[in-house]
């Protein structure tokens, strides 16, 4: 099958540069798609994340406003019994696809892989067994313009022949140099073959890009490790002459002199160099090891050393991704594009990441670098990376779409991505802090100057003061949590007592909003006795009920977002299967009641406003949750009584605040469910975080609900599900965490 393409776009852009005219910076995409190998087992990311059988994602990336995506064509995904058996299928629709919706597709054939099971990175064939897989995807889609056979080859061969941790695990020098060169060769070898078939076709050859700095001490492994980060880009530009620094080294690694000179002889430069920057990309090496955990202790047989992420250490901070890009452009003077941009963190920090990279470029750019594009990286975010994809654990990384819903959900990352693509500037106040990168509070170890060799780093400095997030419920578990979090992430915050904000008062409400102007108000105040609310109703309501409605009015008056919370309490548990929003409530009690009526006046005055539903809370900040107060009762060997009968879902105070705050970030509306996942009677409950804290249980008194003496009825079964996506991490994972921030 072969595709026609219009190539005419792709021209102009050619001669404009041709004649120095600046064409503006473009937003490119990508999908995590590694398929690497660790024993005799693949990892797939595009199993992983679904995109392996969804089509219509495709529909969802042309929404964002993309130029063009790094899409792959894996090698061990079509041909990995040899071409004669290749199964084509998925590229020819996905491909077809993409040129209906006008995306350009730059194509990957091996992404941190190894090639199908008759082949490794130390293959002397596997070079050749590249390039006539190469040559069958050319022949089949001649009309693809950009190719990166391979991703990263010197990361690959890091982890692969030096660091033992993918296929084919080698732990030394001449592992590392045979996995280097032999991709390297692919390459060029790859793209002769492709360019038989379209002679126009470009090299964008991508690789992580960072920075190692010293004690001085450690000068001269700096120095090396700063000359081998290049090393991909100079053997395909056939830089590596006998005066280079590197060819020492790879001669002593074993690679011959005719290998190397088949490089100067054939040289292979990209296109366009892309540049994949990550902020654990940057490293400090230290010879006191005793200021570093034992994990990060290693060395080069000369010394032993701690290597950490810079920027735990670098008091001046990091050289960041202006002072990468400009030094890789005055390095090659070719053309640069950022091909990965991505962040393992809040949401908040994501897009203050991608926005940093955005605005360096854009800067570089309008000083004569030629830097084409941004990246998007992981649209779908990424499994395992934690572990480097040694493990199979299912962690998960959101990234401009979240997994974690039925189908793909846009993150506020798709929303800046389609701001930037029509050539606009987000404008959201948590941009205006800088990210944690910057800030003090990213120092974990005794801070030390790297600024000899930092550059134009962002210093970390004050800035002007952003529109806040207003916290209602200053003296609750809840309120106080929120103003806590706020401030690990970088959120400003105003945390209100009733005395400053009385949403039950209209009058209070909108003298607040108009004071503080924030972006958005968290209303973590209520009613939340229970039992009491039986005996004094009106009060209840008022709070709970009239107080939400005229606060989700004002915020309505106000274009202000309103975060605010109901409770599990709305169900009567006549079911057996997790609650989802869409079922029907029926509460059994007052302060149930409260929060029905809360819900729907709420949305009836604001239907932006994000109610979310939970239950049953614990956390690690106050002394009077179940957990914590089960565990101090039964540690002092003193009668615990519990419920035996009443299925709830807990909720771990810290994963319900950083969820809420990503989805109010994200802009989401509506009702959800939030709880860690888990249904377990609270006796049962009591009994696990006992187990789990080393305390015996041999006080704690389970009995029916029937026989606690409580005033209001409860539902048997109140456990909380959804149908819009589960966020919270498990109940296992919650306790644990609970436990060592208790300690």
Not at 40 to 51: A, I, V
Not at 147 to 158: H, K, S, W
Request: some cysteine.
């Amino acid at each position: 099958m072969t595709f026609v393409f219009n190539s005419n776009k792709d021209a102009v852009n050619s001669i404009l540069r041709e004649n120095n005219l600046q064409l503006p910076l473009e937003v490119w995409a990508g999908v995590e798609c590694t398929v690497n190998r660790v024993g005799n087992e693949y990892f797939d990311q595009l199993e992983s994340n679904g995109h392996a059988m969804r089509l219509d994602d495709l529909d969802l990336f042309a929404e964002l406003g993309i130029k063009a995506i790094r899409y792959p064509l894996l090698w061990e995904r079509i041909a990995p019994d040899g071409l004669e058996n290749a199964d084509w299928w998925w590229a020819d629709e996905r491909l077809g696809r993409l040129q209906e919706l006008g995306i350009r597709p730059i194509v990957g054939l091996v992404h941190h892989g190894s090639g199908p099971r008759n082949t490794s990175l130390v293959d002397l064939e596997f070079p050749e067994k590249l390039a006539v897989f190469a040559r069958a995807v050319a022949d089949r889609y001649p009309w693809i313009t950009h190719y990166t056979p391979i991703n990263e080859p010197l990361t690959t061969a890091r982890f692969s022949g030096m660091y033992g941790h993918w296929y084919p695990h080698g732990r030394d020098n001449l592992t590392f140099a045979r996995a280097l060169l032999g991709q390297c060769r692919a390459v060029a070898l790859a793209m002769q073959v492709i360019r038989e078939v379209n002679p126009n076709a470009q090299l964008l050859q991508t690789e992580d890009l960072g920075k190692i700095y010293s004690t001085p001490k450690l000068a001269y492994q700096t120095e090396f490790e700063n000359e081998r980060r290049w090393l991909s880009f100079d053997l395909l530009c056939g830089r590596i002459t006998q005066t280079h620094p590197m060819w020492g080294y790879l001669r002593h690694c074993g690679v011959s002199e005719a290998e190397l000179e088949e490089f100067l002889q054939n040289p292979c430069p990209p296109d366009i160099i892309g540049i994949n920057h990550y902020l654990t990309s940057e490293r400090f090496l230290d010879e006191h090891t005793e200021n570093y955990p034992a994990w990060t202790h290693g060395g080069n047989g000369q010394h032993k050393y701690a290597d950490v992420e810079a920027v735990r250490v670098c008091a001046e901070g990091l050289a960041g991704p202006r002072t990468l890009l400009l030094e890789a452009w005055e390095r090659y003077h070719l053309p640069l594009a950022v091909t990965e941009v991505h962040i393992s963190c809040t949401r908040e920090e994501q897009l203050r990441w991608f926005y940093e990279v955005w605005n360096a470029a854009q800067e570089l750019q309008s000083q004569g670098v030629d830097i084409r594009a941004v990246t998007a990286w992981a649209l779908l975010g990424s499994y395992d990376w934690n572990s480097l994809v040694t493990k199979a654990h299912g962690y998960y990384e959101p990234g401009a779409f979240d997994l974690r819903s039925p189908h793909p959900r846009p993150t506020a990352i798709a929303k800046m991505v389609r701001v930037l693509a029509t050539g606009h500037q987000p404008d959201h106040p948590l941009l205006d802090t800088p990210g944690w990168w910057h800030r003090q509070e990213r120092l974990l170890y005794p801070a030390l100057s790297c600024s000899g060799e930092i550059g134009r780093a962002r210093k970390s400095q004050a800035t002007s003061p952003s529109a806040p997030l207003a916290i209602l419920g200053a003296r609750g578990t809840l309120g106080k949590a929120f103003a806590r979090l706020c401030q690990v992430r970088g959120i400003s915050y105003h945390l209100l007592t009733r005395q400053e904000m009385d949403i039950t008062d209209p009058a209070s409400v909108n003298a607040a909003l108009t004071q503080l102007k924030p972006w958005a108000v968290v209303n973590a105040a209520g009613y939340v006795r229970v039992d009491d609310a039986e005996r004094e109703p009106h009060v209840c309501l008022q709070v709970n009920a009239e107080g939400s409605a005229i606060l989700a009015a004002a915020c309505a008056q106000h274009n202000v977002l309103l975060l605010t919370f109901s409770s599990d309490l709305v169900f009567d548990g006549a079911v057996s299967n997790p609650y989802v929003e869409t079922d029907t409530v029926a509460p059994l009690n007052v302060y149930g009641c409260s929060k029905v009526l809360a819900e729907k006046l709420v949305l009836q005055a604001d239907p932006a406003s994000l109610v979310i539903r939970t239950s049953a809370f614990f956390g690690p900040w106050d002394d009077y949750n179940f957990i914590t107060t089960a565990l101090r009762q039964l540690s002092a060997g003193n009668t615990f009584v519990a419920a035996e009968d009443g299925i709830v879902s807990p909720t771990y105070v810290p994963d319900l605040v950083h969820a809420s705050l990503d989805l109010l970030i994200d802009g989401e509306c509506g009702l959800w469910h939030l709880a860690n996942k888990s249904a377990i009677a609270w006796a049962d409950l009591a009994r696990l975080a006992a187990k789990r804290a080393g305390v015996s249980v041999s006080n704690l008194i389970a009995l029916p609900t029937e026989q606690l003496g409580l005033t209001a009825l409860r539902p048997t079964y109140s456990v909380l599900g959804s149908s819009r996506g589960e966020l919270m991490p498990s109940l296992d994972s919650a306790i644990s965490r609970y436990l060592e921030e208790r300690i």
